[in-house]
T-cell receptor
């Protein structure tokens, strides 16, 4: 099992450009998440998808859109990149619903720089 | 949402036991306490989770007092490879309700 995979690993954009970060998991998890982590900071939740067909905003959703393409895939789109979106982006998945905060599995991250 | 407070950084020598305490005074009845570890340039990794008393696995122990207003992650005989950031999370039902704070940066010294 590959777990959670993310593409690309690195990306440099110019201000105003758009791009989509891809995430896929092979653990049959219902829930998927996108986080950003700025230098020296903890992770902040951008968007999450509790189950296939649903998405909802997290703590810092402005400037981003998401698509839960199917149970396996959850993409994050930057429509018009800004330097403030320079960060490391992590995708994660978990199984929830049993009344316990299920273990969350993270991908390797995408390092995005916006010039 | 239950807010957590933990030390920003800690240093320890190799071979010592390390205890990292997390304060969560407004923890709710249904909340669980979960700890994650993050190495540089990697995503966080689950370490341990508990509700009350003591939980132990092959990596760490988690001590939770009866009032559950704090918890302590215990790492036995740390090595250099345990140098990482450790996050304490409190919540129930899903990660949309919990937040990763700044965490505790543990530096293990030879």
């Amino acid at each position: 099992n590959a777990g959670v995979t993310q593409t690309p690993k690195f990306q440099v954009l110019k201000t105003g450009q758009s791009m989509t970060l891809q995430c896929a998991q092979d653990m049959n998890h219902n829930s998927m998440y996108w986080y950003r982590q700025d230098p020296g900071m903890g992770l902040r939740l951008i968007y999450y998808s509790a189950s296939e067909g649903t998405t909802d905003k997290g703590e810092v959703p402005n400037g981003y859109n998401v698509s839960r393409l199917n149970k396996r895939e959850f993409s994050l789109r930057l429509e018009s990149a800004a330097p403030s979106q320079t960060s490391v982006y992590f995708c994660a998945s978990s199984e929830v619903g049993q009344g316990v905060v299920g273990e969350q599995f993270f991908g390797p991250g995408t390092r995005l720089t916006v010039l | 949402l239950a807010k957590t407070t933990q030390p920003i950084s800690m240093d320890s020598y190799e071979g010592q036991e390390v205890n990292i305490t997390c304060s969560h005074n407004n923890i709710a009845t249904n909340d669980y306490i979960t700890w994650y570890q993050q190495f540089p340039s990697q995503g966080p990794r689950f370490i341990i989770q508990g509700y009350k008393t003591k939980v132990t696995n092959e990596v760490a122990s988690l001590f939770i007092p009866a009032d559950r207003k704090s918890s302590t992650l215990s790492l036995p005989r740390v090595s250099l490879s345990d140098t990482a950031v450790y996050y304490c999370l409190v919540g129930d039902g899903g990660y949309q309700k919990v937040t990763f704070g700044i965490g505790t940066k543990l530096q293990v010294i030879p």
